[in-house]
């Protein structure tokens, strides 16, 4: 058995500081023993790694055996900016330009290398994940979008490999719309899964609970790891 096999029979749980161009993102990484992969979460608009929707979502992803990552897409300084204007959380170019910097981290760590690689994305988040994993390509196995904005994502969209579900509450109209337009456009293997009575924030009981199944489920089937590593 390989260094890196044994290496991922042991469970993982740090904090983490994220290069990202002049930038350091905050995160906390949580894998458990023997993870096919791992999910990095991108939070939406004016929320941060601390956000308890997606850290609900990432316990149940982790009961599946799934790691998580769960990190600031700005920094101290850039989130006082963003609380007073709102601009950079629609900034999908530069959230996703972090959320590659992140792959890229981990990608180097030698822990977390062999792992299979799914995004998670929220609102703004869920544009994020898809142009960057555009960008990656086949590198990036999953991506589960809860309440997202995947029409941000413009022509990104097209050119998305990754096996993509789309989650919307059935009461989020205005969304659920733009999630139908963004589907069609999407070429991988992909899915739609509507929440009954549920609206953008998912608060109504149970509701968050289904997403965080449909969640792990989707990245259960999808993240099968463990990657080969070249010598």
Not at 12 to 23: F, M
Request: glycine residues 10%; neutral net charge.
């Amino acid at each position: 058995m390989s260094i890196l096999k044994e290496k991922r029979m042991v469970a993982l749980a740090r904090g983490v500081r994220i290069p990202a161009g002049s930038a350091h993102l905050e995160g906390e990484l949580n894998i458990p023993p023997g993870a096919p992969g791992m999910v990095l979460f991108v939070h939406g608009s004016g929320s941060s790694r601390h956000s308890p929707r997606n850290q609900f979502v990432a316990r149940i992803i982790r009961d599946a055996g799934i790691g998580t990552l769960l990190f600031d897409l700005l920094t101290s300084v850039e989130e006082i900016e963003d609380n007073a204007t709102a601009a950079l959380r629609f900034d999908i170019g530069l959230l996703a330009d972090r959320l590659v910097a992140a792959t890229c981290w981990a990608r180097s760590q030698p822990d977390l290398r062999p792992l299979e690689i799914g995004y998670f994305g929220s609102s703004t988040g869920g544009a994020a994940a898809l142009v960057a994993a555009a960008q990656l390509g086949k590198d990036i196995n999953a991506i589960v979008s809860r309440g997202g904005r995947p029409d941000l994502a413009g022509a990104a969209l097209s050119r998305v490999q990754s096996s993509t579900l789309l989650i919307v509450g059935q009461y989020d109209e205005v969304v659920l719309g733009l999630n139908e337009k963004a589907f069609a456009r999407l070429e991988c293997e992909k899915a739609l899964k509507i929440v009954p009575r549920a609206t953008h924030l998912f608060e109504e009981q149970g509701a968050l609970e289904q997403v965080a199944q449909l969640a792990a489920d989707w990245f259960r089937h999808h993240l099968n790891g463990p990657r080969s590593i070249p010598e």
